[in-house]
T-cell receptor, first 116, second 115 residues
């Protein structure tokens, strides 16, 4: 079927604005991950969902970042009062199984957020 | 704590020559190791993984990687490079002892294949 999709692909926000980034995982994938990728760096883990439960949010950089997956499929990453240091590509990935340790993740194309 | 290092920011290889992209890791338990490739304006694509078993793992697009426990390395290799292999490559590791989901990525190596 279709891969992981993300929207919008590009977002420009003025400092202080709130943004919402959407991820549609592969149908049937139980696990969903959010990553932040700064320019020239590897992706850094933000948070992880198993179905609708957020099991790990240790990577969220501040309380301005909030993620949800209320029905266990689509997920939204919200950033409140955006700051320039939030500028990055936000990647979403999904994985088929519950204990995802040994299984590869399938990534979306990312949302490039630029905060001016 | 788990970590992964890619010591080379860039690797340049002539088309048709063998290529190696280096990766070393550090975990407290058994490592689960992955290689991903990223093309411009696209998400990461899975290439291959090592979980257990044979130290030589074969993956997509003719790539392979060799797990070396004593050297804590998982270098990516290809016998004959193609210009289309030019991209950004990421090594990643997860600690097998932990049920946590977190996967740690290296900083990436840009592979450039010249015709």
């Amino acid at each position: 079927g279709a891969g992981v999709s993300q929207s919008p692909r590009y977002k420009v926000a003025k400092r202080g604005q709130d943004v919402a980034l959407r991820c549609d995982p592969i149908s049937g994938h139980v696990s969903l991950f959010w990553y932040q990728q700064a320019l020239g760096q590897g992706p850094e883990f933000l948070t992880y969902f198993q179905n609708e439960a957020q099991l790990d949010k240790s990577g969220l950089p501040s309380d301005r970042f909030f993620a949800e997956r209320p029905e266990g499929s689509v997920s939204t990453l919200k950033i409140q009062r955006t700051q320039q240091e939030d500028s990055a590509v936000y990647l979403c990935a999904s994985s088929l199984v519950r204990l995802a340790a040994t299984y590869e993740q399938y990534f979306g194309p990312g949302t490039r957020l630029t905060v001016t | 704590a788990q970590s992964v290092a890619q010591p080379e920011d860039q690797v340049n290889v002539a088309e048709g020559n063998p290529l190696t992209v280096k990766c070393t890791y550090s975990v407290s338990g058994n490592p689960y190791l992955f290689w991903y490739v990223q093309y411009p304006n696209r998400g990461l694509q899975f290439l291959l993984k090592y979980i257990t078993g044979d130290n030589l793992v074969k993956g997509s697009y003719g790539f392979e990687a060799e797990f070396n426990k004593s050297q804590t390395s998982f270098h990516l290799k290809k016998p004959s490079a193609l210009v289309s292999d030019s991209a950004l490559y990421f090594c990643a590791v997860r600690d097998g002892y932990s049920s946590a989901s977190k996967i740690i990525f290296g900083s990436g190596t840009r592979l450039s294949i010249r015709p």
